[in-house]
């Protein structure tokens, strides 16, 4: 048997080629991206597409399950409250063949805007919900939902999270499954929710759940370690990893893979007659709070807390564990290296010239690259709230302006995938309501933060087909706004971008800019710049640093004079060129 290493992300596409999953669909997001990106590699077998947002590739999977085949739909946590709408009434439909929603969450917001703990979801839409703690797991885990699903004609849940997504270990490797499609045929009492039916449908998928339930008492995928203590460990996912580095084999441990529904008498027959149990879990007390409501003394949360990501340091601390690791003892930290605009970023430009007119803006943000312009030296945004607000936020942030007497213009930007995510249907609701905003388009070409994946304005899918561009100023025509009323610029010309934000601080009503220039790491980009540069004449040079208030990481200043300092991430935008009064700054084609 072939056993190569995965990461989790990687073990989940595998496992669902090796499920027969047919149909995929995703919108990409840190930690869940690679999971799609990794199901296209198996795109003879599989139907995989980036959707516009989770619910449509919830909607997608849901369909294809309903029509017969096996299907999955994968997204970041916050991605899933988007999906929910869905979710939650497919969960009361059940399944047909097979469908897997995956929750990638993301304890200690390394990439995203919360912390939101989605096991909190499977109770509440009626799902059941899988957890596993490594690779090999992530693909068998996997399959194994696909079978249940089935199995008890529910909707299931895996959930991960960033380190189980991320880290990488040794995965065995199985043969693609045989699933042949199962023949669809009209049950609307079944899949069609009005009231009616969807009252039936409440009583079986609690029938369902109650199945599982019991299912779960002996499945392998809980397993108890009795290792003769008497104080034994509950945990699930990544954080029982944690607790056997932690403690060791001083503990028994019960590791729940189904975490939802939990098997009540598992936890009973685990608990009796241990002296004391503890709760390992990130995020929220999911397992501490069930654990309690069987009348179980036990603790964890009040030691651990529910903020950040666990690892087997914070519990050794939490818990009076000795032994550390000389690693731990020595305070060893790695220096942060926050993100920033690249070298050449368009979005540069736009916060260049937005922060030298902040006085008379007020600028809500959105979430992709562009969220970096927060930062200093821009500033370039107050609000920042979840994909589509920096559009509508503006609508109502304006009205209470304007009830206050702030004569400042409201500014919303965000980017074309969020555009194509939930933007486009807030734009509707500025241009209907005749809101006084400027709303932004920050098209860069691609989904860029997630890692360069196409969305509707590409020409290409997932799979790699050719496929139509959705034209994004088209769109905002089609609302019906007057075109006088919308500017298309480039960001890098601050000539332009300053004129189109100075037309709309002086009309009053909606105005749209889109700034459009494509992302400086495209492939194609990098080969039509042909390794073009900036350089600074020294002698020119008066040490004046208006090209530094752009903060371009491929420039420095040293020995009181500008220099490109990482001449290799350079693109020779000649952004910096536009700062300098005095000619000392030019483009060279060419030649690195």
Known sequence: MQRVIMSGDEAVARGAWEAGVSVAAAYPGTPSTEILENISLYKDEIYCTWANNEKTATEIAIGASIGGVRALAAMKHVGMNVASDPIFSAAYTGVNAGLLIVSADDPGCHSSQNEQDNRLYAPHAKLGMLEPSDSQECKEFTKAAFELGEKFDLV?????????????????????????????????????????????RHVAVEQNLNRLKEYAYSSPLNRVEDNGSSIGVISSGISYMHAKEAFGDSVNYLKLGITYPISDRLVREFAAGLEKVYIIEEGEGYLESYVKALGIPCTGKEMLGCQGELDAHKIRQAFGLEAEPEIYEAGINAPPRPPVLCAGCPHRGFYYAMSVRKDKIIAVGDIGCYSLGVNAPFYGFDIGICMGSGFSIPIGLSKAAKLQGDKRKVFGI?????????????????????????????DNSITAMTGHQENAGTQKDLMGYEVPAIDIVQMIYSTGIDKS????????????????????????????????????????????????????DQDKCRGCKACMKIACPAMAFENKKAIIADPASCTGCELCAQMCKFDAISRVEGGR
């Open 156 to 200: 299931m849940l895996l959930r991960m999270t960033t380190r189980v997504c991320h880290s990488k270990s040794v995965v065995e490797l199985g043969e693609r499954a045989g699933a042949p499609p199962v023949a669809y045929t009209s049950k609307p009492e079944k899949y069609a929710m009005l009231p009616v039916n969807a009252r039936k």
């Open 414 to 442: 965000l980017g074309d995938s969020t555009f194509y995510h939930s933007g486009f249907t807030s734009l509707l609701d500025a241009v209907h309501t005749c809101a006084d905003v400027c709303l932004c388009v920050l």
């Open 485 to 536: 009323r919308v500017k298309i610029v480039d960001p890098i010309d601050q000539e332009q971008m300053g004129a189109a934000i100075d037309e709309a601080l002086e009309t009053e009503g909606i105005f749209v800019i889109v700034a459009k220039r494509p992302c400086a790491l495209l492939k194609e980009v990098i080969k039509a710049n042909r390794g073009a540069r900036c350089v600074i």
